[in-house]
């Protein structure tokens, strides 16, 4: 009925009306617009590092005990703010000439018990769970299958002492066994993080911290250095991996493999051309089936990932690459022309390789299942 | 044979007698000019970092976004924090204090003038030290161990402005051994280093000044329980000061040290420790944040009851709880570590004396809600930032205890919800409480009051701005976004709310415009204070506005707590203020008595020593970070020269000079003068 009224009215006889018609349109546009913008940023399922969907007994605990105290503070919270609106609405100066003035009153020994004792309470309440998590979530269970992680600027390598093997940027693991992750740094200080599976733990040149990860799914979760690590910090990410324990024994069985050393003539062959003439062999380790030609980097010497199964990995460069809009091949191509460019101050330096050496070296890479 | 008589004076050496112009500002030892010297350079350096904080923001506003170099943005947020916790918040709070200790004590100056004057040019050559890091400093990529060199810094990798990248870039709490001189090596961290040096020097100077101040100069009847809470709390501050910054010097000294002379006490190489520079950075990290916030606490436990119209609720409770706060924030230091490994004793018991800290803070918030209730609220400026500093410091509070929930924890650190957090302490708390102060306080510098409508518009675009801009990181922090990180991929789902994050992060921006404008032109054109024009309750304003050189024309004598309130009040039997009927009157005889001294006044007299001795310790500090060269080697020796020559100078000055201020008769035109009661509602 309005609609028709208001249709009804000549726009240029009543210029308010005009007026009123535009605005009325122009907000519910904005506000349509805020409403479908609002929408996305309360979006959630779609945030890989979110710590709200945890996937550990170890992670759920602690998403437990953030709720708990979640919820005590948002109940302090709205006691507090809405005593200040109160306050605000009810004894805020009324300008009359014969307002009386306030009270003087100096304080109250019994209030100041009141809110001294009620929040000691409360906090004394909330230190129970919280004291006991911390003892049952910083140490490993015996028996737990270790994995060595070592902090590179800017990749986490992993070692399996048992299986002997070298990993990097993605970790794999068993579904729902103790994992004890024995970490430490070979340069700086970094920070290894999982939210989906526990809390964060540094890694510390020098010395040894422990995390105990276990996966209740299986599936892919996302990590990331937390600790500033220098200039690429923000590209040293991480991936863990939890299989069915029959995949992870594959998978184990596969990564102790030794790759195969390419045939002369072959496409391959020219790619390992390419890596043994550039200065790829100063950094990376690769284990061949012939042993002779393995090309094996001591520890402690400064090393890159082991590249023997570099293609059974699905990221690479510190879990960056391959970007959402790129596929893996435009990575890998991006990355050996010029490692700086996308990681500012990486240790691979631009080799200056030609367009025929990149791909020639993608070609070998990529047989290094 | 009196003593000054037999005193041998140099004559070669003359005291400054400059009163107006250059001269008399570097040569003052004036406490209120220094606070003002103070507060526009910390103003100064407040709109640098900000301007850092928005070419951040810019950065991370797209996902994957290539505006600044990864070298450019790691050098801007180290230069933030570190610019807005050193040289913004904390010499703000220095500002506060230097003006308006004295004031409040009822005293004429500190306790040690020319000291005072140290420390603000220590501070002022500090601070031009730590930013000549981005004309001479440089930030070079880390070489590996094994000598395979890394690609240049500064230069390599995607984005623009990486001229900007060769300043300090270790992070504001310089982590070891990221900011050693393995893995950053170049000179920028250097300066860090020692600009944070010489900054600490200055506050531990001012500290003993303040103490001694305090103890000393209150004026009669002014007993400690009787002093105005910011004076308390300027107290408990310098008390922090004083033993938290022997901590950092020594540690930034371990870091120099290894990174000058080859020492290995951060470096796992040579059998040192990482983790030791956390305790000593954090050690006196965390009372540094009670430095930071306590004046701010001060100020609004002023504003609150003036225009409440009601004395603080529980004086004595929200005095002791800022003593607790600071006697607790020692003790709490390793929760910033939480993440490090330390052994989970430790971590139970820091958590739990995390957690304590909550009560006094309470303490305090649920006493400023009492000094509300069953007022007469006017919500002038000063009012307005009071009550948002409450409300904000209030959510601060709350996710600092989130903080002591250890395993929480472990999920929070190093993202944005500590981001958002510190923010809403710091911002929310320290920076409200701080523009509140300066709207309050205002006529006392400048005998006008600031722009009403200005103020809140300003009050209300930075309320705003700094909510669209902090709440959010609570929830990016949450989802995942990692503190320090120059870059953010599309498929973390970090981006729509980083839009609205620098949406905010330009509203702020706006709303500082808005104050300037305001400060500027109120200063010129703005209303006439008059002596009192807020009603207020303590003895500064029993002075004229602007204050007088000599602040008291004379001595002040206090019988109680807020005495200025009560010359003018009375309590009728129900316990409500009376206006006394000569109240008038005496504001009137106050603001003519303030202005005509009935005898000569004698103040300390200005020096040019304290300039001269803070212009050498720069140029020593020069002189380390390039003390492999011939000129690195002369610079600490002219340095030291002029430091020591300034000392001696310093000594043998002469002590008496003619006071500036004399005595006049009483003029019977400025009997004439205007009360002007403010109405900025």
């Given at each position: 009925m309005k609609l028709v009224a208001r249709s009804e009215t000549p726009y240029d006889a009543d210029p308010m009306a005009r007026f009123r018609q535009h605005l009325t349109r122009t907000t519910g546009l904005i506000g349509t617009a805020l409403l479908l913008a609002s929408c996305q940023l309360f979006e959630t399922g779609d945030q890989p590092l979110t710590t709200f969907e945890p996937q550990s007994p170890a992670a759920e605990r602690i998403d437990d005990l953030f709720w708990l105290v979640f919820w005590i503070a948002t109940v302090v919270f709205v006691l507090v703010m809405g005593a200040i609106v109160v306050i605000l609405f009810v004894f805020r100066d009324k300008k009359s000439e014969d307002a009386k003035e306030p009270k003087q009153l100096?304080?109250?020994?019994?209030?100041?018990?009141?809110?001294?004792?009620?929040?000691?309470?409360?906090?004394?309440?909330?230190?129970?769970?919280?004291?006991?998590?911390?003892?049952?979530?910083?140490?490993?269970?015996?028996?737990?299958?270790?994995?060595?992680?070592?902090?590179?600027?800017?990749?986490?390598?992993?070692?399996?002492?048992?299986?002997?093997?070298s990993t990097a940027n993605v970790m794999v693991i068993p579904v729902d066994q103790p994992v004890c992750a024995e970490m430490t740094s070979d340069d700086v200080l970094h920070n290894f993080w999982v939210p989906a599976l526990h809390g964060k733990r540094y890694l510390v040149p020098g010395q040894t911290t422990i995390l105990p990860l276990e996966a209740s799914e299986t599936g892919e979760y996302w990590g990331h250095c937390a600790e500033f690590c220098g200039l690429s910090h923000s590209l040293m990410r991480a991936r863990v991996v939890a299989m069915e324990d029959s995949e992870f024994e594959d998978w184990v069985g596969a990564q102790q493999e030794p790759t195969t050393l390419p045939a002369e003539g072959t496409p391959e062959w020219d790619g390992y051309q390419v890596f043994l003439n550039k200065a790829c062999t100063q950094c990376h380790t690769v284990r061949f089936d012939d042993e002779t030609a393995s090309i094996i980097i001591p520890d402690e010497a400064f090393n890159g990932p082991e590249l023997t199964h570099f293609a059974s990995r699905e990221v690479f460069a510190g879990a960056v690459l391959p970007g959402s809009d790129q596929t893996y091949q435009q990575a890998l191509k991006n990355w050996l022309a010029n490692p700086p460019a996308i990681k500012p101050g990486s240790y691979m330096p631009n080799l200056a390789l030609t367009e025929q050496e990149i791909n020639d070296l993608i070609v070998w890479l990529e047989s290094n299942e | 044979m009196t003593a000054t008589a037999e005193r041998p004076q140099a004559t070669i050496f003359k005291r400054p007698t400059a009163t107006t112009g250059i001269w008399s500002w570097l040569t003052t030892v004036d406490h209120k000019k220094i606070g003002i010297m103070y507060g526009y350079a910390a103003f100064f350096f407040f709109i640098l970092g900000g301007i850092e904080a928005l070419l951040l923001r810019i950065q991370l506003a797209q996902a994957d976004a290539e505006f600044l170099t990864a070298g450019a943005y790691n050098a801007l947020f180290t230069m933030h924090g570190t610019t807005m916790v050193f040289l913004f918040v904390m010499p703000v709070g220095a500002a506060f204090m230097n003006y308006l200790l004295p004031l409040l004590i009822g005293a004429r100056d500190v306790a040690f003038p020319r000291l005072n004057a140290l420390s603000w040019w220590i501070f002022f050559f500090g601070g031009i030290f730590l930013y000549s890091t981005f004309f001479f400093g440089t930030s070079l990529a880390p070489i590996s161990p094994e000598g395979i060199p890394g690609n240049l810094a500064a230069a390599g990798g995607p984005g623009t402005l990486h001229f900007l990248a060769d300043s300090p870039d270790g992070g504001w709490f310089g982590y070891q051994p990221n900011a050693g001189p393995l893995y950053s090596p170049g000179t920028?961290?250097?300066?860090?280093?020692?600009?944070?040096?010489?900054?600490?020097?200055?506050?531990?100077?001012?500290?003993?000044?303040?103490?001694?101040?305090?103890?000393n100069m209150r004026a009669k009847g002014m007993r400690l329980l009787r002093m105005p809470v910011f004076a308390w709390m300027s107290t408990v501050v310098a008390f922090l000061l004083l033993f938290s910054l022997p901590i950092i010097a020594v540690a930034l000294f371990m870091v120099t040290f290894d990174r000058q002379f080859g020492t290995l006490f951060f470096a796992p190489v040579g059998g040192g420790d990482p983790i030791l520079w956390q305790h000593l950075f954090w050690l006196f990290g965390h009372p540094e944040v009670y430095i930071l916030i306590l004046p701010a606490m001060g100020i609004v436990s002023e504003v609150l009851p003036v225009f409440s119209r009601k004395p603080l609720f529980g004086y004595s409770a929200v005095v002791f709880a800022g003593a607790a706060i600071a006697f607790l924030g020692f003790g709490v230091w390793a929760h910033h570590m939480f993440a490090s490994g330390i052994t989970p004793v430790a971590q139970a018991a820091f958590g739990l004396a995390t957690m304590t800290i909550a009560i006094p803070t309470g303490i305090k918030i649920f006493n400023w809600l009492g000094t509300m209730w069953g007022g007469r609220i006017r919500l002038t400026t000063p009012m307005l930032f009071a009550v948002g500093f409450v409300a904000m410091f209030t959510i601060g509070g709350l996710s600092g205890v989130t903080h002591s929930i250890v395993p929480s924890d472990w999920q929070q650190t190093d993202t944005y919800y500590i981001v958002a957090h510190f923010h809403y302490v710091l911002f929310g708390g320290a920076v409200f409480g701080l523009f509140a102060g300066l709207y309050y306080w205002f006529p006392k510098l400048t005998g006008k009051v600031m722009n009403p409508t200005l103020g809140k518009t300003h009050f209300w675009l930075q309320f705003i701005g700094f909510n669209l801009t902090f709440a959010p990181m609570h929830w990016l922090g949450l989802q995942g976004m990692v503190r320090r990180t120059w870059k953010y991929p599309a498929e973390v789902g970090l981006e729509p709310w980083n839009v609205v994050v620098t949406i905010g992060a330009f509203t702020i921006a706006a709303s500082i415009l808005v104050f300037m404008y305001n400060w500027y032109t109120s200063r010129r054109r703005g209303q006439d204070s008059g002596i009192d024009p807020w009603d207020a309750r303590t003895i500064e304003w029993t002075t004229p506005n602007p204050t007088p050189e000599y602040n008291f024309a004379t001595a002040p004598v206090v019988s109680r707590l807020d005495a200025f309130w009560h010359m003018k009040y009375d309590e009728d039997e129900e316990g409500r203020a009376v206006r006394k009927d000569d109240a008038d009157e005496i504001l009137a005889h106050l603001e003519y008595d303030g202005r005509n001294p009935s005898a000569p006044i004698h103040l300390p007299s200005p020096s040019y020593f304290p300039l001269i001795m803070a212009v050498g310790i720069p140029i020593i500090f020069y002189g380390i970070i390039y003390h492999t060269t011939m000129w690195g080697k002369a610079l600490i020796l002219i340095g030291a020269v002029i430091s020591l020559s300034a000392l001696i100078g310093w000594g043998i000055e002469p002590l008496e000079e003619e006071s500036p201020v004399e005595a006049e008769d009483a003029d019977e035109e400025d009997m004439e003068l205007e009360l002007v009661e403010v109405d900025d509602e």
């Amino acid at each position: 009925m309005k609609l028709v009224a208001r249709s009804e009215t000549p726009y240029d006889a009543d210029p308010m009306a005009r007026f009123r018609q535009h605005l009325t349109r122009t907000t519910g546009l904005i506000g349509t617009a805020l409403l479908l913008a609002s929408c996305q940023l309360f979006e959630t399922g779609d945030q890989p590092l979110t710590t709200f969907e945890p996937q550990s007994p170890a992670a759920e605990r602690i998403d437990d005990l953030f709720w708990l105290v979640f919820w005590i503070a948002t109940v302090v919270f709205v006691l507090v703010m809405g005593a200040i609106v109160v306050i605000l609405f009810v004894f805020r100066d009324k300008k009359s000439e014969d307002a009386k003035e306030p009270k003087q009153l100096h304080g109250s020994p019994k209030l100041e018990v009141i809110w001294t004792v009620i929040p000691a309470l409360i906090l004394a309440a909330i230190a129970v769970p919280t004291v006991s998590a911390v003892f049952d979530l910083t140490e490993c269970e015996d028996g737990a299958m270790v994995v060595e992680v070592i902090g590179h600027q800017w990749w986490f390598e992993y070692h399996y002492p048992e299986e002997d093997i070298s990993t990097a940027n993605v970790m794999v693991i068993p579904v729902d066994q103790p994992v004890c992750a024995e970490m430490t740094s070979d340069d700086v200080l970094h920070n290894f993080w999982v939210p989906a599976l526990h809390g964060k733990r540094y890694l510390v040149p020098g010395q040894t911290t422990i995390l105990p990860l276990e996966a209740s799914e299986t599936g892919e979760y996302w990590g990331h250095c937390a600790e500033f690590c220098g200039l690429s910090h923000s590209l040293m990410r991480a991936r863990v991996v939890a299989m069915e324990d029959s995949e992870f024994e594959d998978w184990v069985g596969a990564q102790q493999e030794p790759t195969t050393l390419p045939a002369e003539g072959t496409p391959e062959w020219d790619g390992y051309q390419v890596f043994l003439n550039k200065a790829c062999t100063q950094c990376h380790t690769v284990r061949f089936d012939d042993e002779t030609a393995s090309i094996i980097i001591p520890d402690e010497a400064f090393n890159g990932p082991e590249l023997t199964h570099f293609a059974s990995r699905e990221v690479f460069a510190g879990a960056v690459l391959p970007g959402s809009d790129q596929t893996y091949q435009q990575a890998l191509k991006n990355w050996l022309a010029n490692p700086p460019a996308i990681k500012p101050g990486s240790y691979m330096p631009n080799l200056a390789l030609t367009e025929q050496e990149i791909n020639d070296l993608i070609v070998w890479l990529e047989s290094n299942e | 044979m009196t003593a000054t008589a037999e005193r041998p004076q140099a004559t070669i050496f003359k005291r400054p007698t400059a009163t107006t112009g250059i001269w008399s500002w570097l040569t003052t030892v004036d406490h209120k000019k220094i606070g003002i010297m103070y507060g526009y350079a910390a103003f100064f350096f407040f709109i640098l970092g900000g301007i850092e904080a928005l070419l951040l923001r810019i950065q991370l506003a797209q996902a994957d976004a290539e505006f600044l170099t990864a070298g450019a943005y790691n050098a801007l947020f180290t230069m933030h924090g570190t610019t807005m916790v050193f040289l913004f918040v904390m010499p703000v709070g220095a500002a506060f204090m230097n003006y308006l200790l004295p004031l409040l004590i009822g005293a004429r100056d500190v306790a040690f003038p020319r000291l005072n004057a140290l420390s603000w040019w220590i501070f002022f050559f500090g601070g031009i030290f730590l930013y000549s890091t981005f004309f001479f400093g440089t930030s070079l990529a880390p070489i590996s161990p094994e000598g395979i060199p890394g690609n240049l810094a500064a230069a390599g990798g995607p984005g623009t402005l990486h001229f900007l990248a060769d300043s300090p870039d270790g992070g504001w709490f310089g982590y070891q051994p990221n900011a050693g001189p393995l893995y950053s090596p170049g000179t920028a961290m250097d300066y860090w280093a020692l600009g944070l040096q010489i900054l600490g020097l200055a506050s531990l100077i001012s500290s003993v000044n303040f103490i001694v101040t305090v103890f000393n100069m209150r004026a009669k009847g002014m007993r400690l329980l009787r002093m105005p809470v910011f004076a308390w709390m300027s107290t408990v501050v310098a008390f922090l000061l004083l033993f938290s910054l022997p901590i950092i010097a020594v540690a930034l000294f371990m870091v120099t040290f290894d990174r000058q002379f080859g020492t290995l006490f951060f470096a796992p190489v040579g059998g040192g420790d990482p983790i030791l520079w956390q305790h000593l950075f954090w050690l006196f990290g965390h009372p540094e944040v009670y430095i930071l916030i306590l004046p701010a606490m001060g100020i609004v436990s002023e504003v609150l009851p003036v225009f409440s119209r009601k004395p603080l609720f529980g004086y004595s409770a929200v005095v002791f709880a800022g003593a607790a706060i600071a006697f607790l924030g020692f003790g709490v230091w390793a929760h910033h570590m939480f993440a490090s490994g330390i052994t989970p004793v430790a971590q139970a018991a820091f958590g739990l004396a995390t957690m304590t800290i909550a009560i006094p803070t309470g303490i305090k918030i649920f006493n400023w809600l009492g000094t509300m209730w069953g007022g007469r609220i006017r919500l002038t400026t000063p009012m307005l930032f009071a009550v948002g500093f409450v409300a904000m410091f209030t959510i601060g509070g709350l996710s600092g205890v989130t903080h002591s929930i250890v395993p929480s924890d472990w999920q929070q650190t190093d993202t944005y919800y500590i981001v958002a957090h510190f923010h809403y302490v710091l911002f929310g708390g320290a920076v409200f409480g701080l523009f509140a102060g300066l709207y309050y306080w205002f006529p006392k510098l400048t005998g006008k009051v600031m722009n009403p409508t200005l103020g809140k518009t300003h009050f209300w675009l930075q309320f705003i701005g700094f909510n669209l801009t902090f709440a959010p990181m609570h929830w990016l922090g949450l989802q995942g976004m990692v503190r320090r990180t120059w870059k953010y991929p599309a498929e973390v789902g970090l981006e729509p709310w980083n839009v609205v994050v620098t949406i905010g992060a330009f509203t702020i921006a706006a709303s500082i415009l808005v104050f300037m404008y305001n400060w500027y032109t109120s200063r010129r054109r703005g209303q006439d204070s008059g002596i009192d024009p807020w009603d207020a309750r303590t003895i500064e304003w029993t002075t004229p506005n602007p204050t007088p050189e000599y602040n008291f024309a004379t001595a002040p004598v206090v019988s109680r707590l807020d005495a200025f309130w009560h010359m003018k009040y009375d309590e009728d039997e129900e316990g409500r203020a009376v206006r006394k009927d000569d109240a008038d009157e005496i504001l009137a005889h106050l603001e003519y008595d303030g202005r005509n001294p009935s005898a000569p006044i004698h103040l300390p007299s200005p020096s040019y020593f304290p300039l001269i001795m803070a212009v050498g310790i720069p140029i020593i500090f020069y002189g380390i970070i390039y003390h492999t060269t011939m000129w690195g080697k002369a610079l600490i020796l002219i340095g030291a020269v002029i430091s020591l020559s300034a000392l001696i100078g310093w000594g043998i000055e002469p002590l008496e000079e003619e006071s500036p201020v004399e005595a006049e008769d009483a003029d019977e035109e400025d009997m004439e003068l205007e009360l002007v009661e403010v109405d900025d509602e």
